[in-house]
T-cell receptor, first 112, second 111 residues
Framework: DTAVSQTPKYLVTQMGNDKSIKCEQN?????MYWYKQDSKKFLKIMFS???????INETVPNRFSPKSPDKAHLNLHINSLELGDSAVYFC???????????FGEGSWLTVV | GDSVTQMEGPVTLSEEAFLTINCTYT??????LFWYVQYPGEGLQLLLK?????DKGSNKGFEATYRKETTSFHLEKGSVQVSDSAVYFC??????????FGRGTQLTVWP
């Protein structure tokens, strides 16, 4: 039943490791996003894909690489994790421009 | 660039008090405006939205009116409950995917 689901929900890993967060939406939406929420709750868009094509790529280190195998999935791969990458990462989706964006429950990443 | 600015918290109220959380936007066009709510340990949920000037969004007793003349979208509720305790985010979006958020306002309601 979950509209936007992401895994894992919690991830604790050491600096320098490579990790992935997976996201799937069953809403039939064309557009998917990754947002980052820092420790002060500030939310910022990282990437957006429309029909598997990258359309927004904000100023994000190239250690972060999104991958969209199909329009229902958008995974986030992070190389060489750093302490500053610790945050909550939210996947989201929407049907079209100006449409409501639906968020997943978040993935809490802690880098130690 | 386009942005929203919302009242910084935290906001602490007693149950049944009146709530206002201010939000103003800066945009070159006419964005859609949203309020999202984040309960502890959860993701963001859409609370209400408005897509054009003078529209009023409402849900669960919360209301916000899109005011072009003051570029505002203030969130109000006449009588808050303990269960309303959460972080509230004002957001705007005018082009595909560019939903931008304010910094969030933590609301705590005491019984």
């Amino acid at each position: 039943d979950t509209a936007v689901s992401q895994t894992p929900k919690y991830l604790v890993t050491q600096m320098g490791n490579d990790k992935s967060i997976k996201c799937e939406q069953n809403l039939g939406h064309d557009t998917m996003y990754w947002y980052k929420q820092d420790s002060k709750k500030f939310l910022k868009i990282m990437f957006s894909y429309n029909n598997k094509e990258l359309i927004i790529n904000e100023t994000v280190p190239n250690r972060f690489s999104p991958k969209s195998p199909d329009k229902a999935h958008l995974n986030l791969h992070i190389n060489s994790l750093e302490l500053g990458d610790s945050a909550v990462y939210f996947c989201a989706s929407s049907q079209e421009a100006r449409a409501t964006i639906y968020f997943g429950e978040g993935s809490w990443l802690t880098v130690v | 660039g386009d942005s929203v600015t919302q009242m910084e918290g935290p906001v602490t109220l007693s149950e049944e008090a009146f709530l206002t959380i201010n939000c103003t936007y800066t945009a070159t066009g006419y964005p859609s405006l949203f309020w999202y709510v984040q309960y502890p340990g959860e993701g963001l949920q859409l609370l209400l939205k408005a897509t054009k000037a003078d529209d009023k969004g409402s849900n669960k007793g919360f209301e916000a009116t899109y005011r072009k003349e003051t570029t505002s979208f203030h969130l109000e509720k006449g009588s808050v409950q303990v269960s309303d305790s959460a972080v509230y985010f004002c957001g705007g979006g005018s082009t595909l995917g560019r939903l931008y958020f304010g910094r969030g306002t933590q609301l705590t309601v005491w019984p």
